[in-house]
């Protein structure tokens, strides 16, 4: 097992009826920042239950944060805290609109251009640089309500860049799971499938002795298995609702990527996609996973193999069962709803492929994956075969 460090500060808070807790949560005395997304909150109850349990602070509002949120809105977030001496930041939303916190957290103090945070991928270590900030997560998915990344498009230049460091955790987040209610099916289908590809991309890469880590990842992929065809039916039932919820935040809390190796470029991929076409970010994983598999074959069948094993009971030699696995993942994309070629969800996209590349080589992500031989090469392999 490689060496590691685990270090998570987020004050999880889980279950029914838990957002009235923000009363005490919210240190005391704080001037918040209620930011939100496109109104959402508004139709299910969620803006209400917040309003109520912060009843005795002082609270401005900011809303309008889009999904894929974009570094031109955040700026002007960025300003309110300025002018109004805002000292906590509550994110009430899905992945975008935490992540978009994160990115206005990290920017308020920043010295420098922000759109360095981006352009550079700054690292954010110390919590006196940052505003602090919880969340109160309305969409299973991301796992950003406890790890410290995020990411943010650049509209402008139709980039989509990260941002991170151990100073942007939350300090809390409340995931009640009956807040799923109100999520379109194409929401829930995303999130199971984000959070199913969150956790190939730490445990699709070549064996190695972390078994602990594998088990507790393979656990995650059957839970998903289990109840995401079930919960886009029937977002009420809470059982359903709580196991996808914990699911999606154990995918992408750091816990199952301590030491063994990750992999991450069907996400560097698919951000391209989201870029490019403004296609659902689970949807352009999606599209790239199953691909990236077949072309990186060689150097992830083990891997694959023990997965088509435990996953979907497969048996025959290792080459037939890794293939068979790949071909069992594209089949669970369907049923959840997915469609798996680019050219289901874009047009004109035969330069796709091209583009991606020299943005790669610009950037200088040149040799990606858990062996860094994911080449521009593979690359090109890759977005071509998901046409
Ligand atoms: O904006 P509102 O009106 O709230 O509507 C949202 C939005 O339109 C809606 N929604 C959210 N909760 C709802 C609801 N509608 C009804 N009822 C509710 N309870 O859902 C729509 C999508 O929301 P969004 O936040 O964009 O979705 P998601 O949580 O999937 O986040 C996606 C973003 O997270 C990034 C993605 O790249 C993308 O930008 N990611 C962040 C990661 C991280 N921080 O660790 C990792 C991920 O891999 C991912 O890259
Ligand atoms: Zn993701």
New binding site residues.
Partial sequence: MLNFELYNPTNLVFGKGQIEKLSVLVPSGSKILLA??????FK?G?YEQVKTALSGFEIVEFGGIE???HFETLMKAVAVIKEQKIDFILAV???????GVKFISAAVHYDGNPIEILQKRILFKDVSKVVPFGTVL??P????EM?S???VTIAATQE?LTLGGSALFPKFSICDPS??A???KR?LQ??VV?AYT?VLEQYLTYPHDGYLQDRIAESILQTLIQVGPNVVENPTDYALASNFMWSCTMA?NGLIQKGVPSDWAT?MIG?EL?ALYGID??RTLAIIGPNLYRVMFETKKGKLAQYGKRIFNLTGSEDEIAQEAIIKTVEFFHVMGMQTKLSDCAKDYAKTADFIVNRFEERGWTAMGEKQNITLEKVKSIVEMSY
């Fill in positions: 939100y997304g496109g109104g959402s909150i299910n969620i999904p894929n949120p939303g899905g992945g975008s609109v935490i992540d309305t969409l998915a991301t796992g950003s790890n990344g995020a990411v989509k807040v799923i109100s999520l379109p929401q995303n999130g984000d969150h992408l996400h951000h989201t970010h689970a």
